[in-house]
């Protein structure tokens, strides 16, 4: 994160345009903070679970 005193967010994933040096850059210009999410994991969504049940 970089501002904790930026009024705007920027949520990003791990993707590799997200974690660019240019993306960093143009958030931090325009004064935006950024938050990335965590990594996907369908072991940790409750929904995957269920839906891989239901398809037994």
């Known amino acids: ?10 949520r990003c994933y791990y993707a590799s345009f997200h974690k660019s040096k240019r993306s ?8 935006c903070s950024t938050i990335f999410l965590l990594p996907y994991s369908p072991d940790l969504n409750l929904i995957q679970k269920f839906w891989a049940n239901m398809k037994r």
């Open 24 to 31: 960093r850059e143009l958030i931090e210009f325009v004064k």
């Open 1 to 10: 994160m970089s501002d904790q005193g930026s009024k705007a967010w920027s």
